[in-house]
């Protein structure tokens, strides 16, 4: 009961002050459950030149900073740290503990002093602010529970002309993929404008680019779309 008090104290300290927790929409659609950290092989994705391809059409060059979301074994995280080079940075970040630490211990094997591994939450990947030229989200769209709110709290870590880049497959959420007018939709619900969307045939899906436009909408007037 004493380990509880300061939190109740805390609790009620907000609610004489008229702080409550920002209310957004639940998502109009299936959310995929997670059900493994790797969507193929490295040595197949490296066949069809998937990275590649994806890091080609994102404008990932030297110097950059770039975020790494739902992260994973770390296929992109790897290529990416490469990639960016040692002025560059490349923050990587899992919601599964065990994911997390063995995407650590990998990048202490590889020696990538460019690369950070951290812990996210579902709803949120607190993000420092203005701090990423791109931000990836790579075969885990899907797998969001909470999209509005997670896009809405991503929002601010942008640099000014940052972009987030999503690769997905073109069938419903609920088979693990992302419909691109469902996601175009989601996106521009919390104030993003969609600037390039190329197919990617190696996973029957596409390579979608979103910046930030305007002010970020207040969490009530935000819409649900339908999925």
């Known amino acids: 009961m004493r380990r509880a008090l300061p939190l109740l104290l805390l609790t009620l300290v907000a609610c004489n002050r008229g702080e409550t927790a920002p209310v957004f929409p639940e998502a109009d659609r299936p959310v995929a459950p997670i059900t493994s950290n790797r969507f193929s092989t490295e040595e197949a994705r490296d066949r069809v030149n998937e990275s590649g391809t994806v890091m080609d059409n994102a404008g990932i060059a ?15 995280t790897i290529r990416l740290a490469q990639r960016v080079g040692e002025k560059g940075r490349v923050l990587a970040e899992d919601i599964v503990p065990d994911v997390r630490n063995a995407l650590a211990a990998r990048v202490t094997r590889e020696q990538l002093d460019n690369v950070s591994v951290r812990l996210g939450e579902p709803d949120d990947p607190k993000l420092p602010e203005n701090s990423f030229d791109r931000i990836f989200m790579v075969h885990m769209y899907h797998e969001i529970a909470e999209p509005y709110e997670f896009l809405w709290r991503m929002r601010p870590s942008l640099n000014a002309d940052g972009r987030v880049i999503v690769v997905d497959a073109e069938r419903p959420t609920k088979d693990h993929g992302t419909p691109i007018a469902l ?25 979608a680019q979103f910046q930030a436009t305007g002010a970020r909408p207040e969490p009530e007037t935000i819409k649900a779309c339908k999925g």
């Open 183 to 207: 996601l175009t939709c989601e996106f521009a619900a919390v104030g993003y404008k969609l600037v390039q969307n190329t197919p990617l045939p190696a996973v029957d899906g596409y390579i």
């Open 62 to 76: 030297p110097g950059m900073t770039i975020a790494d979301i739902g992260a994973g074994e770390g296929y992109y």
